[in-house]
């Protein structure tokens, strides 16, 4: 069974601090792949990014910044000098190996960034 | 750039009637998927639907839950008898389904409904 924990239910900057968003995963396949969403208040689910099982290099774009450690099952995201518009649910996601696998969402962060 | 759409934006029914939600996935997608939201919950999976038929499922899709692609373009989500529980969005998601690797998941807006 796969599992995805975000155990910051909820986190509050003010802007232009740096935030970082936390996830856990669990599962028994040995390829995989990682997802972040973002869900802002309109509601409709915004793709950051996927990263497969086997490519631990961390990933910048932007203002994100993404960690993959596989030694301890997480997939954190960081946001670099947060600003009020990334207020929103991120969601971590995982998928199992195959061309259309269903995918395990987290409980989600709502990140709140004060002016 | 093409995207998935979903009608309604807003659904409003009452409790034990049926309601059907629609889906246009992308064009040449071939894997079709429903999942749910309840308000401030997480996203859960319901159905993954390919050639016309059901590739998985949750526990959550029960007999009074089902998919059907009536036509070339429309993939729809029926929920026979509806409960205050089923209250949620409900995300529709295609993706290409091409051999090797992953396929990535484009979601639709999502429907919300309300069971009064």
């Known amino acids: 069974a796969q599992k995805v924990t975000q155990a910051q239910t909820e986190i509050s900057v003010v802007e232009k601090e740096d935030v970082t968003l936390d996830c856990v995963y669990e599962?028994?396949?040995?390829?995989?792949?990682l997802f972040w969403y973002k869900q802002p208040p309109s509601g409709e689910l915004v793709f950051l990014i996927r990263r497969n099982s086997f490519d631990e290099q961390n990933e910048i774009s932007g203002r994100y910044s993404w960690n993959f450690q596989k030694s301890t099952s997480s997939f954190n995201f960081t946001i670099t000098a947060s600003q009020v518009v990334d207020s929103a649910v991120y969601f971590c996601a995982l998928s199992g190996p195959g061309s259309a696998r269903q995918l395990t969402f987290g409980s989600g962060t709502q990140l709140t960034v004060l002016p | 750039e093409p995207e998935v759409t979903q009608t309604p934006s807003h659904q409003v029914t009452q409790m034990g009637q049926e309601v059907i939600l629609r889906c246009v996935p992308i064009?040449?997608?071939?894997?079709f998927y429903w999942y749910r939201q309840i308000l401030g919950q997480k996203v859960e999976f319901l159905v993954s639907f390919y050639n016309n038929e059901i590739s998985e499922k949750s526990e959550i899709f029960d007999d009074q839950f089902s998919v059907e692609r009536p036509d070339g373009s429309n993939f729809t989500l029926k929920i026979r008898s509806t409960k205050l529980e089923d209250s949620a969005m409900y995300f529709c998601?295609?993706?290409?389904?091409?051999?090797?690797?992953?396929?990535?998941?484009?979601f639709g807006p999502g429907t919300r409904l309300t069971v009064l």
């Open positions: 998601a295609s993706s290409e389904g091409l051999a090797g690797g992953y396929n990535e998941q484009f």
């Open positions: 599962t028994r396949d040995t390829t995989y792949y």
């Open positions: 064009s040449n997608h071939l894997y």
